[in-house]
């Protein structure tokens, strides 16, 4: 498949098989994302895979912690703190999309809420990566971490994977530092990896995207 064609495959996935991922397809997969830039080098990400009954188990104790009326906090402002246009109307537009396409409706708080839930369960991929990176960094190394994340993901579908990265696994980061040992470092996103269920409405859900004019200017 090329570059082009893995792009446009590339989707976030929010309903997996029942099918576990072998753990040398995922060393595959990091072992080519490990070529991802760096500035000077750095090579910031560190990767938590977590399968089977701990990933179940720290699922548990993050819907809990929802749940218990616990604010997600996460270690760094994913979202801006005041919505402004465009962003705000394209963030509106990206929900009701998603409900609309379950048939979900303004009205149903309940499912609402189990939609959100299934977030953090990682709408129950059999594998979810956890990415950190050392505290000592600055902003930069967010910038670096993001081209690490493209390439596990691009990675993925060349393996016949799908994957979600997920801001709301970051929500709960004191939650998944203690369950994984991870000290004081950075928790930047968590990503559903799995086989996708092609049959699940859900998956059909694609945003649009803008085109090249719309947000590029050309200097001679």
Known sequence: MSIAKTLEARKSTRAFL?????????????????HAP???????WKVAVVSGEKRRALSDKIVAAFQSGQ????????????WTEPYKTRRKECGLQLYQTLGITREDKERQKEQ???????FEAPSVLFFFMDPVLEKGSF??????????MLMAVEEGLATCPQASLGEYPDIVRAELGYGDEVLICGMALGYEDKEAVINSYRTPRLEVDAFTRFFE
């Open 71 to 82: 604010p997600p906090q996460m270690d760094y402002h994913y979202y801006p703190q005041d």
């Open 18 to 34: 029942d099918k576990a991922v072998p753990r040398a397809v995922i060393e595959k997969i990091l072992k080519s994302a490990r």
């Open 143 to 152: 910038v670096d971490m993001g081209m690490f994340l493209q390439s596990v």
């Open 116 to 122: 959100w839930l299934a977030n953090y369960r990682a």
């Open 38 to 44: 760096s500035g000077t080098n750095t090579q910031p």
